[in-house]
């Protein structure tokens, strides 16, 4: 617990109004997306970075757990004050402080919103590309510690393929900038792609400094329904082996169809095997025949019906499908356990099929939906909580689940990390060396264990 008195120092640092103490206020801060509960011992909601070196050093001297938190969207877990202590809100540092149109960067604070920061930057005709599903409410902060991806992954990459620059608080007090605000720099080891994708572990993220792109001068979209996943699947291959990298290429697997269609309902064939949803963009006559090319090799794969979005909202309309899979799925179960793993494109509808087998085999429900293009499926064991025997049944399977992926040349999460959800799991990919190294890095920067302690390794 924090003694009172170092409350009351913690109130002198960021003023009365940003703590937080009461059990309903720390209740709203005890869970994530897994739905998982910690209760924290408090809750500060810091407005600038000195306040939050001040903090670090107050939690070293009285040896106190600190949590970073954005928007509290995490899948793993990472957010939550597994040890008590404090939960480090950084939502109030939200400014996007730089757009520079000559070197095509923007400078942002952490509690930006993804998708404000695209909207804003679009107006301008740039583009940040990376866009996890939760871009209208997860942060920045957030996407940088979690280096979040979205669709647009398959063509333009994913967080850390933008970050270049960042402004971090260590764990053990003191700030630090590292890399650059040009397109190169080699300045000793790379600092930046260390802190991106670490969970909030290693260090406070207070400022990033990100690349832009021009933003694309048009879009189309098609959806192909095919009535089996391979013939998807090698329609996917086809694509690619075309030398047309979409902006998108996403699928849904038969369950995932039925879910939606209980759901909406879009009107789509419930029995049919999987779906595609594919999206091109650049240069308008690039893009008509790119689009074209796709559409004629869905027909040649056999697709029983593709349809192309001829503007925005009918392209919306056909995003619709895709969109609605989270939230439908709870109509199968009240909740889910979801995983994120990531195989090479051309093994997706083999890992697809061995994760069904493992559902039939544990009597539960399983479907899967992802980025087709880039190998990355979500994977969704449905489950109910207070069904103990099928919480244990889907714990077995998503082991299960983990040995096919690795065995299939894939990995364990392709955006989600790793938190405490998948922290078991951790030596089913790495050997126990790296396991090690990454350990003292942790134990480097944090000898005293106090930043987002419990995280990412098996303890
Ligand atoms: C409906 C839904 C859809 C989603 N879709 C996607 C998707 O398509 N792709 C994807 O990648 N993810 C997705 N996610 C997961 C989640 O949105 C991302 O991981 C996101 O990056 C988390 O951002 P956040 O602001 O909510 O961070 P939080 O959940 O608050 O924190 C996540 C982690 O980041 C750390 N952290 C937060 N801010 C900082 C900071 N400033 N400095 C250091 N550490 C920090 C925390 O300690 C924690 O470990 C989805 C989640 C939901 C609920």
Same mark, same amino acid.
């Given at each position: 617990?924090?003694?009172?008195?170092?409350?009351?120092?913690?109130?002198?640092?960021?003023?009365?109004?940003?703590?937080?103490?009461?059990?309903?206020?720390?209740?709203?801060?005890?869970?994530?997306?897994?739905?998982?509960?910690?209760?924290?011992?408090?809750?500060?909601?810091?407005?600038?970075?000195?306040?939050?070196?001040?903090?670090?050093?107050?939690?070293?001297?009285?040896?106190?757990?600190?949590?970073?938190?954005?928007?509290?969207?995490?899948?793993?877990?990472?957010?939550?004050?597994?040890?008590?202590?404090?939960?480090?809100?950084?939502?109030?540092?939200?400014?996007?402080?730089?757009?520079?149109?000559?070197?095509?960067?923007?400078?942002?604070?952490?509690?930006?919103?993804?998708?404000?920061?695209?909207?804003?930057?679009?107006?301008?005709?740039?583009?940040?590309?990376?866009?996890?599903?939760?871009?209208?409410?997860?942060?920045?902060?957030?996407?940088?510690?979690?280096?979040?991806?979205?669709?647009?992954?398959?063509?333009?990459?994913?967080?850390?393929?933008?970050?270049?620059?960042?402004?971090?608080?260590?764990?053990?007090?003191?700030?630090?900038?590292?890399?650059?605000?040009?397109?190169?720099?080699?300045?000793?080891?790379?600092?930046?792609?260390?802190?991106?994708?670490?969970?909030?572990?290693?260090?406070?993220?207070?400022?990033?400094?990100?690349?832009? =792109?021009? &933003?694309? #001068?048009?879009?189309?979209?098609?959806? /192909?329904?095919?009535?089996?996943? *391979? !013939?998807?699947? %090698?329609?996917?291959?086809?694509?690619?082996?075309?030398?047309?990298?979409?902006?998108?290429?996403?699928?849904?697997?038969?369950?995932?169809?039925?879910?939606?269609?209980?759901?909406?309902?879009?009107?789509?064939?419930?029995?049919?095997?999987? =779906?595609? &949803?594919? #999206?091109?963009?650049?240069?308008?006559? /690039?893009?008509?025949?790119?689009? *074209? !090319?796709?559409? %004629?090799?869905?027909?040649?794969?056999?697709?029983?019906?593709?349809?192309?979005?001829?503007?925005?909202?009918?392209?919306?309309?056909?995003?619709?499908?895709?969109?609605?899979?989270?939230?439908?799925?709870?109509?199968?179960?009240?909740?889910?356990?979801?995983?994120?793993?990531?195989?090479?494109?051309?093994?997706?509808?083999?890992?697809?099929?061995?994760?069904?087998?493992?559902?039939?085999?544990?009597?539960?429900?399983?479907?899967?939906?992802?980025?087709?293009?880039?190998?990355?499926?979500?994977?969704?064991?449905?489950?109910?909580?207070?069904?103990?025997?099928?919480?244990?049944?889907?714990?077995?399977?998503?082991?299960?689940?983990?040995?096919?992926?690795?065995?299939?040349?894939?990995?364990?999460?392709?955006?989600?990390?790793?938190?405490?959800?998948?922290?078991?799991?951790?030596?089913?990919?790495?050997?126990?060396?790296?396991?090690?190294?990454?350990?003292?890095?942790?134990?480097?920067?944090?000898?005293?264990?106090?930043?987002?302690?419990?995280?990412?390794?098996?303890?």
């Amino acid at each position: 617990m924090i003694s009172p008195t170092t409350l009351s120092k913690i109130e002198n640092i960021i003023g009365k109004k940003n703590l937080f103490t009461s059990q309903e206020d720390r209740i709203c801060y005890a869970y994530d997306a897994t739905n998982l509960f910690y209760l924290p011992d408090a809750v500060a909601i810091p407005g600038t970075a000195e306040e939050i070196d001040a903090i670090m050093q107050l939690a070293n001297q009285e040896k106190f757990p600190v949590t970073p938190r954005g928007a509290g969207t995490g899948m793993t877990g990472g957010a939550l004050a597994v040890n008590g202590g404090l939960v480090l809100v950084l939502t109030r540092l939200n400014r996007i402080l730089e757009i520079d149109t000559e070197n095509l960067i923007a400078v942002v604070e952490p509690g930006v919103i993804t998708g404000d920061l695209q909207k804003e930057v679009e107006k301008i005709g740039l583009f940040y590309p990376p866009d996890p599903s939760s871009l209208k409410f997860s942060t920045m902060g957030g996407n940088v510690a979690e280096c979040a991806g979205g669709a647009r992954a398959v063509k333009y990459g994913v967080t850390k393929d933008y970050i270049i620059g960042l402004e971090v608080i260590l764990p053990t007090s003191g700030i630090i900038s590292t890399g650059v605000r040009t397109r190169k720099g080699v300045v000793g080891y790379d600092l930046t792609k260390l802190f991106v994708g670490s969970e909030g572990t290693l260090g406070i993220i207070t400022r990033i400094i990100l690349k832009l =792109l021009p &933003l694309p #001068e048009a879009r189309k979209t098609l959806l /192909a329904i095919f009535d089996r996943l *391979d !013939t998807a699947m %090698q329609t996917v291959s086809g694509i690619i082996s075309a030398r047309i990298i979409p902006a998108a290429l996403e699928f849904m697997d038969q369950t995932a169809i039925s879910c939606v269609e209980d759901y909406l309902p879009p009107g789509l064939p419930r029995e049919a095997g999987a =779906l595609l &949803l594919i #999206e091109v963009d650049g240069r308008k006559e /690039a893009v008509e025949s790119e689009a *074209d !090319t796709i559409y %004629q090799l869905c027909k040649k794969m056999g697709a029983r019906n593709i349809q192309t979005a001829g503007d925005e909202s009918e392209a919306a309309l056909l995003w619709q499908a895709r969109r609605a899979v989270s939230p439908a799925l709870f109509k199968l179960r009240p909740h889910k356990i979801s995983e994120d793993i990531v195989v090479p494109r051309n093994r997706i509808a083999e890992m697809v099929s061995q994760a069904k087998t493992i559902g039939t085999e544990n009597d539960l429900i399983v479907l899967c939906f992802g980025h087709a293009g880039d190998g990355n499926i979500h994977i969704n064991i449905m489950i109910d909580r207070e069904d103990r025997a099928e919480v244990n049944r889907a714990q077995r399977a998503k082991e299960q689940i983990f040995r096919a992926a690795v065995e299939l040349g894939g990995t364990l999460s392709g955006e989600h990390g790793i938190g405490i959800t998948k922290s078991p799991f951790l030596g089913l990919e790495l050997n126990p060396l790296a396991v090690e190294t990454m350990k003292k890095i942790k134990a480097a920067l944090d000898p005293n264990n106090i930043l987002n302690p419990g995280k990412v390794f098996p303890y």
